[in-house]
């Protein structure tokens, strides 16, 4: 974790911090995480966390428009020991890049990126989910009445509009977990629970 906080020096994007990866590491266990998605791979940082928890034949799918970063991730990875085959790196823009992977074969998608675009990311996540799978957005706890975002920042704007439609949709468990920047949690429903 110290080689991506030292590559984030010079990047423009901050890594997550110890308690929101913990909860990302926690959760991926609790679910037994086969396949996730991450979508804003940054240096590698929140990527580790799921890897640490994921089982440990499962497949990280990280999306990244910055192939600096996405390079720097890749070395992370490796100087924590994880071998290339545990991760796959898709440079391109998220919205592009999620309608080409495969429905309902994920079990977590984790969304670390353009908070303006998290709505469309739900959308994609919920297709891509399997059931009983968990979707994640970091930083929502800045878009609260009480946080650093203004009410009318397009980002903040991003998060409640996603949180309004997590706890509006009948088919998800919500939950926010007030660790880090906050994360926002859903799981989806089992066929039975939908």
Aim: one cysteine or more; glycine letters at 12%; hydrophobic letters at 45%.
């Amino acid at each position: 974790m110290a080689a991506v906080r030292t590559a984030a020096r010079g990047a423009p994007v901050r890594p997550v911090g110890e308690e929101s990866g913990s909860a990302l590491r926690f959760l991926a266990a609790a679910i037994g995480a086969r396949a996730v998605v991450e979508i804003g791979t940054g240096c590698g940082g929140s990527g580790i966390w799921l890897l640490r928890g994921m089982d440990p034949e499962g497949i990280l799918t990280t999306v990244d428009v910055d192939p600096v970063c996405q390079e720097a991730a890749r070395e992370a990875y490796r100087t924590a020991g994880f071998s290339p085959n545990r991760t796959r790196l898709i440079r391109g823009a998220a919205l592009e890049v999620l309608p080409r992977l495969t429905d309902g074969a994920y079990d977590m998608v984790f969304a670390d990126a353009a908070k303006t675009e998290y709505p469309d990311y739900l959308r994609e996540a919920l297709r891509l989910l399997r059931p009983g799978g968990v979707v994640l957005f970091h930083g929502a706890a800045d878009a609260a009445p009480d946080g650093p975002l203004s009410a009318t920042d397009a980002d903040a704007v991003g998060v409640r509009e996603t949180a309004r439609a997590v706890r509006e949709d009948e088919t998800l468990v919500p939950l926010m977990l007030p660790v880090g920047g906050g994360l926002l949690a859903a799981i989806r429903g089992t066929d039975a629970q939908a």
